[in-house]
């Protein structure tokens, strides 16, 4: 007897015993949602970081309705600056406020007024929740906020950022989404969808004053986060590099390994006519792509939380125009945001 074509895919599936980590779906970066991640803040007195976000959600307010409205969560995770090492902080401090957005609102702060910060604790990344209008920190489907950052410093940097969004796994508008009630923000198609395996610098240039900025979303602020860079030069030739890192950083390129430094790409086989800035033939500066995996999250006494875990980041040159990480389209379901 001839099956049809959906019970022989449903056997297939089944067979192959795909698990939900495998056919998850990744969030979208251009799209709404209903978490936002902003990859950055300083929020230092000499430093000046805008945070924007916008509820995109027009339908209006009735005397007995919230319409399109929202309150939103903001979550600054502040880092503990580790001088010995300042990719692994030594801890972080979450300072959080609630803010209401009426349909179609837009709302932008300055995060050295409203976030809460001590001397060598004013640093990190902020993520923002969409939260049910009429309630308080229940966290809900709500796949309508729109964000960025723009962040000046004293020494003249400046760069802007959309935030990264996470669009809702558990439901319609309005769906709480704290199914398993840990209180956290869960990447892992149930509460909200994925976050990727895998992100990618698309080209750098390697001169010092390009700076990588990634936030750990596996464990939580004492745990490491393993990393792999697979890096090809401006002539696909391969090197390699390893770090190990704890919450957030934003540091140059070239301190995650000297494989970034121009005068090392200089001395491996390259293209020498790559960025020919003088139309000389001869080309000044050394280029390359990147691939980010984790390998791997553990705690600080080396015990394995996590195989692989998740990243997210941006790459920035200070002067406007910057990028987040790419990433592939291959879903990573241990992401979470612990919080508050």
Not at 65 to 75: D, K, L, N, P, T
Not at 118 to 126: E, H, K, L
Not at 142 to 158: E, Q, V
Not at 254 to 264: D, K, L, R
Request: net charge negative; with cysteine; aromatic share 10%.
């Amino acid at each position: 007897m001839r099956r049809p074509i959906h019970f022989l895919l449903a056997a297939s599936l089944a067979a192959l015993a795909i698990s939900p980590a495998a056919t998850a779906q990744c969030a979208e970066a251009r799209k709404p949602g209903s978490v936002l991640i902003y990859a950055g803040h300083n929020s230092a007195p000499q430093s000046f970081t805008i945070i924007s976000v916008t509820n995109s959600n027009q339908s209006p307010q009735t005397p007995t309705a919230f319409g399109g409205s929202v309150r939103v969560h903001f979550e600054y995770v502040n880092t503990v600056f580790n001088a010995q090492n300042p990719f692994c902080p030594h801890d972080c401090v979450v300072f959080d406020r609630h803010e209401f957005l009426t349909p179609a609102d837009t709302m932008s702060v300055l995060t050295a007024c409203h976030n809460a910060t001590s001397p060598g604790v004013d640093t990190g990344y902020v993520v923002l929740s969409a939260q049910d209008p009429s309630g308080f920190d229940i966290d809900i489907c709500h796949d309508y906020l729109l964000g960025s950052m723009m962040t000046f410093n004293a020494s003249g940097m400046f760069y802007s950022l959309n935030a990264i969004p996470v669009q809702c796994a558990a439901g319609p508008d309005g769906t709480p989404t704290d199914i398993n009630g840990n209180g956290q923000l869960d990447f892992d198609g149930v509460e909200y969808l994925c976050l990727a395996d895998q992100v990618m610098i698309e080209s750098f240039i390697a001169v010092p004053r390009t700076r990588l900025c990634l936030i750990n979303l596996t464990g939580t602020c004492q745990d490491i986060n393993q990393l792999y860079f697979s890096i090809y030069n401006d002539n696909e030739f391969p090197l390699s590099a390893t770090l190990d890192f704890k919450i957030w950083f934003d540091r140059p390129l070239n301190e995650v390994s000297p494989a970034f430094e121009g005068s090392f790409l200089a001395n491996v086989p390259n293209d020498p006519e790559e960025l020919d800035v003088f139309c000389n033939g001869n080309g000044l500066l050394e280029t390359g792509w990147v691939s980010i995996q984790s390998v791997g999250v553990v705690t600080a006494g080396g015990q394995q939380i996590a195989p692989d875990g998740v990243v997210v980041g941006c790459i920035t040159s200070g002067i406007g125009g910057d990028a987040l990480l790419w990433s592939t389209t291959v879903p990573q379901n241990n992401g979470t945001f612990i919080g508050r």
